[in-house]
């Protein structure tokens, strides 16, 4: 489960990944949160520049981990941001080797943790402004 959510204040949105575990007590898994926004000139997705997106390590890999970060943005302009959505990078690692690692982008319909505006909001898309 990956998905998008707007908070209050309205230039907050949230991301949170889910990542299975592979059964292995002895990997550990590390997620890494960003943002991408519509291009309304071309249609297209591009990446949206943010400090501080780095791995962040989830936990062993012995059972599922989820875990989200909030991204404050500058307020959008009079017209406000037509699209906004998460991409979710994975790893499962052994020390410093690379078992696997993937990516996703967010998707709707999740049951909604606690902060999501309005409360139980999950969307794979967000619009702030």
């Given at each position: 489960m990956d998905e998008c959510s707007v908070m209050s204040p309205p230039d907050l949105i949230g991301v949170r990944g889910?990542?299975?575990?592979?059964?292995?007590?002895q990997s550990t898994m590390?997620?890494?949160?960003?943002?991408?926004?519509?291009?309304a000139a071309t249609g297209g997705w591009v990446d949206v520049p943010y400090e501080g997106t780095h791995f962040m390590k989830v936990g062993t890999a012995g059972t599922t981990r989820q875990t989200g970060t909030t991204f404050e943005l500058e307020p959008a302009g009079s017209e406000g941001d037509?699209?906004?959505?998460?991409?979710?990078?994975?790893?499962?690692?052994?020390?410093?080797?690379?078992l696997f690692s993937a990516s996703r982008l967010t998707t709707a319909g999740h049951d909604a943790e606690a902060g999501a505006e309005p409360p139980g909001f999950s969307a794979a898309t967000c619009s702030i402004g």
């Open positions: 889910s990542m299975p575990g592979d059964a292995d007590s590390f997620m890494r949160f960003g943002l991408q926004a519509l291009d037509n699209g906004l959505r998460g991409l979710v990078e994975y790893q499962w690692r052994v020390g410093s080797h690379l």
